[in-house]
């Protein structure tokens, strides 16, 4: 399979302060028609390494490179060209769609900077691509349900058929029957498109139901990456055999309070652990 | 014994009339969880703002009662209906960055919140406060006391969320999807502290969650489009869901799980 996207040894810093390496010597590759998962709980920097490989935020060290090309090592022109191949979808559509724009207006505006004749025939495609009528183009953001929105905000990623789609918590402000509406759509597009998807979320339900592979940060550092199943059912690193630990499944019955407790400590533990 | 809260004939309407909730009724005893599960617009989150008073504007109780420790709430003044929150009921939401005030040190809120309700001084208010944040097991309480809301993690602000909503030994405790923006451990340990620090409170637990709900809740009411279409405790409900709309939660969120089902 073709390498589509790879991060080499990428490490990140927020400066202001304390020079706090937000992500560590992290490297990972995606291939054609793949989904990668970064898990990882709150503040291990997985979304920093995704701002970094869309180019939202600048590496310390490392590279980013999209079909073997180092995406800060090109003339600056070629280098937002390829960073248009790169496209990211958000948790929270209302962030990230205008509300004074018409859905149109919002799907349009991509596709005019791409240099599309025809912007109008192509809305309506988009629209249908995500399975949405094509006459909610006329409509604004809040009069979608918070589904339709997430769906529109993917048709606008989509809009220039981009190599990767970074999605970044795409279905935590949804409900499950929508999240898992969304997911089937996210597999559908993928297999037409061929587009590969680096899915960054803390809900590892999700996260078996959408990766191929998945990869486990913790503390800046990836620590576990491999084949879905792997990792989820047979973790071999101690982070991450806590997370399995900790997820909740409906006909688990009632949470041991000391076992809870427990898997506290150990995290607690974890984290003051020299890395 | 008389529950600690008990709901009859709930409706909940828009100001022209269009009913939002309907006919909702349930009791929570003492030591109790009850889970209240549904989709966004369910009318979940309504039900719990009706019983603390904190509609939304536009939006009003339209039928039934609410008896808090056997007080029919409706016989409060508006302020006195208000004063509820913080002293009888305890609040948790999801997000408590966009919940606590963003200028406000968490100490500062505790302190008001226990002088406020307790008519103690100021530097006794400080000491529970942050035995409060002890009791949250924040590694150091007095650091989240001095802190902004925004200086902590997603899973310290929640602690002190859940110590302010429990500064006050409130009867009824609601916490509005407490851990949805979590990820798997901190939900876990968030959850085991509300079960811990409920004591001989009651919670309501309101949740999209079925894994959060069955992990916590000792009875669950399905609500959809405004009524509670079933009721029953966790398992069985699970097991046994009679209405399409409980079966269809229950296959969405089982389908999301895979096979893995965690001892």
């Known amino acids: 399979m073709s390498v589509v996207l790879e991060a080499n040894a990428v490490s990140v ?38 701002r970094a490989i869309c180019g939202i935020v600048p590496i310390d060290a ?53 240099g599309e004749r025809n912007p109008a025939r192509r809305v309506a495609e988009l629209l249908d691509l995500v399975q949405l009528d094509s006459a909610l183009a006329a409509r604004l953001p809040r009069e979608l349900s918070g589904g339709q929105k997430q769906r529109v905000a993917i048709a606008r990623a989509l809009a220039v058929e981009p190599d990767v789609l970074v ?31 680096l899915f960054i979320s803390h809900d590892l339900a999700a996260v078996r139901q959408l990766a191929d592979r998945v990869a486990v940060m913790f503390r800046g550092r990836i620590v576990e990456c491999d084949a879905t199943a792997r990792v989820l059912d047979a973790p071999t690193n101690s982070y991450t055999k806590l997370l399995a630990r900790a997820v909740l499944h409906p006909l688990a019955g009632k949470l041991d309070l000391n076992a809870a407790e427990a898997l506290d400590r150990e995290h607690a533990l974890l984290h003051t652990t020299d890395t | 014994m008389s ?14 009339g269009t009913p939002l909730v309907q006919d909702v009724a349930f009791a929570v005893a003492a030591g109790e969880v009850l889970g209240i599960v549904g989709e966004s617009g ?14 939304p504007r536009g939006i009003q109780q339209t039928a039934g009662l609410v008896r808090l420790q056997g007080e029919d709430l409706a016989m409060l003044t508006p302020a006195g209906r208000r004063a509820l929150a913080g002293r009888r009921i305890g609040m948790v939401f999801q997000d408590p960055l966009s919940s606590f005030n963003p200028v406000r040190t968490v100490g500062s809120m505790l302190v008001e919140s226990a002088v406020r309700h307790r008519s103690i001084r100021a530097h006794e208010a400080r000491r529970l406060g942050i035995e409060a944040l002890q009791c949250v097991r924040l590694a150091e309480p007095e650091r989240a006391f001095d802190a902004y809301p925004h200086e902590l993690s997603g899973g310290q602000r929640q602690r002190a969320m859940i110590a302010l909503a429990s500064l006050n030994e409130p009867a009824l405790l609601i916490a509005d999807e407490p851990t949805t923006a979590l990820d798997a451990t901190v939900q876990l340990q968030i959850l085991a502290l509300l079960k811990r620090r409920l004591g001989q409170g009651a919670l309501l637990l309101i949740t999209h969650d079925l894994g959060v709900a ?22 069985f409900l699970l097991h046994h869901a009679q209405h399409p709309y409980t079966r269809r939660l229950r296959d969405a969120a089982l389908a999301l799980h895979g096979a893995a089902v965690n001892a």
């Open chain 1, 13 to 50: 810093s927020y400066t202001r302060g304390r020079g706090v390496h937000a992500v560590r010597d992290c490297s990972i590759l995606i291939c054609a028609r793949e989904t990668l998962a970064l898990v990882g709980e709150s503040g291990c920097g997985k979304s920093s390494l995704a």
């Open chain 1, 62 to 114: 490392g590279s980013i490179r999209l079909h073997g090309r180092d995406l800060d090592n090109l003339p600056r022109a070629a280098t937002r060209a390829a960073r248009r191949r790169i496209q990211m979808v958000f948790q929270d559509p209302d962030a990230s769609l205008n509300p004074r724009h018409r859905i149109g207006a919002i799907l349009a505006e991509p596709l005019e900077v791409a």
């Open chain 1, 167 to 197: 999605a970044d918590e795409p279905l935590a402000s949804l409900d499950v029957a929508t999240a898992a509406a969304m997911i089937a759509l996210l597999r559908e597009l993928q297999q037409r498109l061929s587009f590969a998807v």
């Open chain 2, 3 to 16: 529950p600690v809260l008990e709901v009859a004939g709930l409706g909940i309407g828009l100001d022209d």
């Open chain 2, 42 to 55: 369910s009318g979940k989150s309504l039900t719990a703002f009706a019983i603390t008073g904190l509609l």
């Open chain 2, 214 to 235: 069955a992990s916590l809740c000792d009875r669950l009411l399905v609500m959809q489009r405004g009524r509670v279409i079933e009721h029953g405790e966790p398992q």
